[in-house]
């Protein structure tokens, strides 16, 4: 597991969507990794895929993460 697995952002959402029974897709996982790396890029899927948690998830861990440095 690398740092990226071990964020407190990438946790939150993880169990998040375990409570809501369900699990980010591989694309999804893959998505997250690239962004956390510092890459930019387009998520081509069908509609209703998650192509949006795929791309917002990076904002949310920066969030987190900014908020636990004050």
Same mark, same amino acid.
């Given at each position: 597991?690398?740092? =990226?697995?071990? /964020? &407190? ?6 169990? *998040? @969507? ?6 980010? =897709? /591989? =694309?999804? @996982?893959?998505? *997250?990794?690239?962004? #956390?790396?510092? &890459? /930019?890029?387009?998520?081509? #899927? ?16 920066? @969030?987190?993460?900014? /908020?636990? #440095?004050?």
């Amino acid at each position: 597991m690398n740092s =990226f697995e071990q /964020s &407190y952002g990438f946790r939150t959402v993880l169990t *998040w @969507l375990q409570q809501q029974t369900r699990e980010p =897709f /591989s =694309f999804q @996982l893959q998505t *997250w990794k690239k962004i #956390a790396q510092g &890459y /930019s890029g387009m998520v081509v #899927a069908p509609t209703g895929f998650g192509k949006t948690y795929s791309v917002f998830y990076r904002n949310i861990d920066r @969030l987190y993460e900014s /908020s636990r #440095a004050l």
